[in-house]
């Protein structure tokens, strides 16, 4: 299973539509999870919609949140969306074995033992989880949170019996001119993003969708994107700021 999990404050602002790329990245079989982090006062209607949006497209869930609940919203997501996508391939085989179109719609025995499957697989599933934080000019009173919340979600993909690989990217990357920085490659040795944050610097705009594509190029191992990337936004890509595309959900 795979996971995005991207944390920001705001409206993107620089490239493609982060929604268009949440929704590739679906496509991929990679789900993307979105957590904005407000802090007194209120993200904004605009900035509340495309994290709405973002996560829609991807097949993830969102949340909306202040510092204090960031860390425990990390590690709820991220299960929540081990639990859904293994439910929908439940679903799937229980649709296809006795014509049900749900677990719900099994007698109660037979649902207490899927559940009981669906609980097992949560835990024992292979799961790689890329986290994507948005490291712009305003999120830097929020870093001290955003660590705080990794170091939990790391200790928490350590308990679990399965195997579980993390990578780690911020953006916009080195002086603004990459989409994203890779600050850790997929490893198993999860410990290893506690000693990243001191090197995060915070600056620059917001480019939220093409953050997310190079996300995926990673994903894809030595893949590239950016034939899709110009089907998908009608343009080649390029790291200059412009318009942000069209939103598809």
Aim: glycine fraction near 10%.
């Amino acid at each position: 299973m795979k996971q995005i999990l991207l944390i920001t404050d705001g409206c993107s602002n620089v490239g493609e539509s982060p929604v268009l790329a949440a929704g590739y990245a679906w496509r991929e079989g990679i789900a993307v999870n979105v957590i904005g982090v407000v802090d007194e006062g209120t993200i904004g209607e605009l900035g509340s919609r495309e994290i709405a949006d973002i996560a829609k497209a991807g097949g993830g869930l969102s949340r909306i949140v202040g510092t204090p609940q960031l860390a425990q919203t990390v590690q709820m997501l991220t299960r929540k969306t081990v639990v859904q996508t293994i439910q929908q391939a439940v679903n799937k085989e229980v649709h296809k074995i006795l014509g049900e179109s749900s677990l719900t719609q099994l007698p109660p025995e037979q649902r207490s033992q899927m559940v009981s499957v669906v609980d097992e697989l949560t835990e024992t599933s292979p799961l790689r989880v890329a986290l994507l934080i948005d490291a712009s000019a305003s999120m830097k009173p929020k870093l001290a949170a955003v660590e705080d919340a990794v170091r939990d979600l790391a200790l928490s993909l350590e308990a679990r019996k399965g195997r579980s690989e993390i990578a780690v990217f911020h953006f916009p990357g080195r002086s603004g001119g990459e989409d994203a920085q890779l600050d850790l490659d997929f490893t198993g040795q999860i410990g290893q993003v506690r000693s990243l944050f001191p090197k995060l610097k915070m600056r620059g705009a917001t480019p939220t969708g093409p953050a997310i594509f190079r996300v995926i190029e990673a994903f894809k191992g030595s893949g590239s994107t950016d034939e899709p990337r110009a089907l998908l936004t009608g343009k080649e890509h390029d790291d200059r700021e412009g318009m942000i595309g069209g939103y598809v959900v």
